[in-house]
């Protein structure tokens, strides 16, 4: 089944420590970088869909965007999924081409968060997605939910500490044959296990990075497409899964909305796990991804880890995966995050990726966890 | 800076009262009986609006926990290490708790708590305490 959505344009900015940068110009650098890629002009978007920002907060944001890049589209709006927004973002700038209510959508996300607020100010205000009356008095924060995910994912499955350091460290070695990457000196599994304790079982190094970056896509019809002058990339399949937003709320604390949201882009795409060359799925701490990899069907339970140990995500293995670094070492930029998951996709599709390709990769896998494991969002891209 | 104050909704403030009588409490649905794991004005599974409020017995269960060495605001990071838990009630509801005796706690998922009660600025809030084995 076809999706009637095509990827003709993709662009990431520099990304990392950006002292010069603002939130507004992130996002009109990445998506000038992205109209560009497609060969179209400003005046050919007709479709405008932004996120969010926590250095420029706005409750329009799109709007705000559109005004300062002097853009003026048929159909603006702004999509708030924390991680998986920027899957959202694709998906729903899918349907608003398929639907025919616009040619050109341009999905556009960036965040100075490292410059623009501090670590400390970044923490704080990620800590306030903690239920109001439930959860937020106990002190808790983003990293703490993962890791009550964290410590009952491992005591059901026999997970350790050197099964999700593992994951840090192949992330670490991808991030090393990128060079925008935030990231890049190797790091090895004592290094991960000796780095500063954050919420156990979770280390400094099983943690994501904050930085500074935007990226952005075009996602345009198939009459559109077919005029660009880049090789299509085709969305095959979406599907969401939607459980809780807070973790004292989750239904369970080892199945989530990632079984249901990547069911969805499987059926849809027509394809199965196997069959996937390059996976870019959402990474914020080393669990989430173990977590996503399982429940996702790439690997059994409790296999996950030893897969990473055994360098099944690396370059060469049986699922090369977050081939750019990912949000532990590429870098994570808000809603940009999510958003360097889907350029990197779409890199690795077209055989762009240099040092980093994988061969003959056809289908992706690109997925966005949003909360605590609370909002996820699946896609699968073809190259044409 | 102090810490987030729980500062009751409609939707909660029965719970809250209770917490300053020292009582834990939780919503059963009257049309369906389902227990909400946290409180609200709608049943999470049948939809039904008439959920009435009863008193636990204030035991539970360590669903899972974790200790927190990097806390989220300066007002909580004298506070560390500390331990939050998610605690599976007996009568199948749910609750986030600090631990007494903080990280100095041998706690393991499995393991029984009570639910005791911690003064702060806005009134007593939940804590939780290890339960003799």
Known sequence: ?384 | MEKPAFRPTADNRPFWDGCQQEKIRYQLCQHCGTVQLIPRSVCTRCHSRDLAWQDACGLGVVLSHTTVYRAPTPAFKSETPYVIALIDMQEGFRLMVNMRDGADINLTIGDTVRIRFEARPEGLLPIAEKEPA
């Open chain 1, 1 to 384: 089944m076809s999706m009637h959505a095509f990827i003709t344009g993709a662009y990431d900015t520099q990304i990392g420590e950006l002292p010069q940068s603002s939130c507004m110009g992130l996002h009109t650098q990445a998506a000038f970088g992205a109209i560009g890629d497609a060969g179209l002009e400003p005046g050919d978007i007709d479709g405008v869909l932004c996120a969010y920002s926590f250095t420029e907060p706005h409750l329009m944001l799109g709007s705000v965007f559109c005004e300062y890049a002097g853009i003026h589209p048929k159909f603006c709006s702004a999509i708030q999924a924390g991680g998986a927004s920027a899957c959202i973002m694709i998906m729903q700038a899918a349907a608003l081409v398929a639907s025919g209510q616009c040619q050109h959508v341009l999905v556009v996300t960036g965040d100075n968060r490292l410059t623009g607020m501090s670590r400390d100010g970044a923490v704080a205000a990620l800590s306030e997605v903690g239920h109001p009356q439930f959860e937020r008095p106990f002190g808790i924060s983003v990293p703490a939910s993962y890791a009550l995910v964290a410590q009952r994912y491992m005591h059901e499955f026999g997970v350790t500490s050197e099964h999700l350091a593992a994951i840090a460290v192949e992330h670490r070695r991808h991030a090393g044959r990128h060079p925008k990457a935030h990231k890049r000196d190797p790091i090895t599994i004592d290094d991960v296990l000796q780095s500063r304790e954050i919420c156990s079982p979770l280390h400094l190094l099983d943690c994501c990075l904050i930085s500074d970056g935007g990226a952005a896509l075009v996602i345009s019809s198939r009459t559109a497409a077919a005029t660009s002058q880049r090789r299509g990339i085709e969305i095959l399949g979406a599907g969401q899964g939607h459980t809780h937003e807070h973790i004292i709320a989750a239904p369970s604390l080892t199945d989530f909305g990632c079984k249901t949201s990547s069911a969805q882009a499987f059926a849809a795409a027509g394809v199965k796990p196997a069959d996937i060359d390059v996976a870019q799925i959402y990474d914020s701490f080393t669990i989430t991804l173990l977590v996503e990899l399982e429940s996702i069907g790439f690997f059994e339970r409790g296999q996950a880890g030893p897969a990473a140990l055994g360098g099944q995500l690396g370059l060469n293995g049986s699922l090369p995966c977050n081939t750019h670094g990912g949000l532990l070492s590429y870098g994570h930029s808000g809603a940009a995050g999510g958003m360097f998951h889907a350029v990197e996709a779409v890199h690795q599709l077209r055989g762009q990726a240099q040092q980093r390709q994988v061969d003959n990769a056809r289908l992706a896998f690109v997925h966005g966890d949003g909360g605590i494991l609370s909002a996820h969002c699946s896609l699968v891209f073809g190259a044409v």
